[in-house]
């Protein structure tokens, strides 16, 4: 049965199709998140015993450049898989036929050069947002340093606007199979109108992503220092790279939440702006997705 509804709903309506896409997704998604973060931290936690290990030693500068080069691999790799994420959830949210992992990371793979372009176009136009506000506050600051402030404060707001309508051109990137300009103008497109109510929505998901995150890191990196032995430093040490290590954990085991959230919001909109359209899509792609299994 499809998660996604078939017309356009209520905020409270949006945020409970949210967690029914984390929920019929859980268990895969999960899975692909968890190795998402492995390949997170693993570069960093090599990185932290060569260096420890080498320290003072000839080989010191080689290690270095070997695990500088293991995270840029695994970063990439990271992006690929969440990627995957993304499609796994929104074909849970479709009734598409259940895709196996290896055919998720796959997609994800190949969205990974479309990604590369679309945050770049992305990129360039929050920067571009940005700069009136640089100017108007390097001006001002001339005349009145209170002006300057003031006019900084309000013109941020310009990058916080660019960055709401262009929210879901990653997204688009994955599951519209489109990239650079047309994603951030489909992104735009989908916004327009619904600028406060997408804030409003991404708002919350945000607070709850935050607050169990946050929570769940606190308590593992307290319970950590409580069975730690030895003096109080070592303690802290390990006090503060469990709660580090922990609140990765949950971020990744968050993060389909996360993508669920975007999904939902994502899908309200089409039914909001495309209508009968994204019927056709929907039907489309689960036929589509139904003889290639």
Not at 14 to 27: C, E, K, N, P, T
Not at 206 to 225: P, T
Not at 254 to 266: S, V
Request: proline share 3%; net charge neutral.
């Amino acid at each position: 049965m499809a998660v996604y509804p078939d017309g356009p709903s209520g905020i409270g309506r949006v945020l409970d199709i949210s967690f029914r896409l984390y929920r019929a997704s859980f268990g895969k998604s999960t899975l692909l998140a968890l190795i998402a973060v492995f390949l997170v931290i693993a570069p960093a936690v090599l990185s932290f015993v060569v260096t420890f290990r080498s320290v003072g030693t000839p080989d010191a500068g080689s290690g270095a450049l070997v695990t500088g080069i293991l995270s840029v691999v695994c970063s990439i790799a990271s992006l690929g898989v969440y990627l995957g994420i993304i499609h796994q959830v929104d074909a849970a949210g479709r009734d598409a036929p259940d895709a196996a992992i290896g055919d998720a990371v796959a997609v994800g793979f190949k969205r990974l050069l479309p990604m590369i372009w679309t945050a770049i176009v992305w990129y360039l136009a929050l920067a571009g947002s940005a700069i009136p506000a640089i100017a108007a506050a390097a001006l001002l600051m001339d005349v009145s340093p209170m002006a300057g402030a003031l006019a900084t404060a309000v013109l941020a707001l310009l990058p916080l606007a660019v960055l709401v309508y262009l929210m879901f051109a990653f997204v688009l990137t994955v599951t519209d199979r489109e990239s650079g300009l047309k994603a951030v103008r489909h992104s735009y497109a989908l916004v327009k109108g619904n600028w406060w109510r997408v804030l409003l929505i991404v708002t919350v998901i945000m607070i709850i992503y935050m607050i169990i995150s946050g929570v769940f890191a606190a308590v593992g990196g307290f319970l950590v220092g409580l069975v730690a032995v030895g003096n109080a430093q070592i303690q802290m040490m390990l006090s503060l790279g469990g709660t580090y290590l922990l609140m990765l954990l949950f971020q990744g085991l968050l993060t389909p939440y996360m993508f669920a959230g975007l999904l939902a919001t994502l899908n309200d909109l089409r039914m909001r702006k495309e209508g009968g359209d994204l019927e056709a899509r929907l039907a489309g792609d689960v036929e589509a997705e139904a003889a290639v299994t």
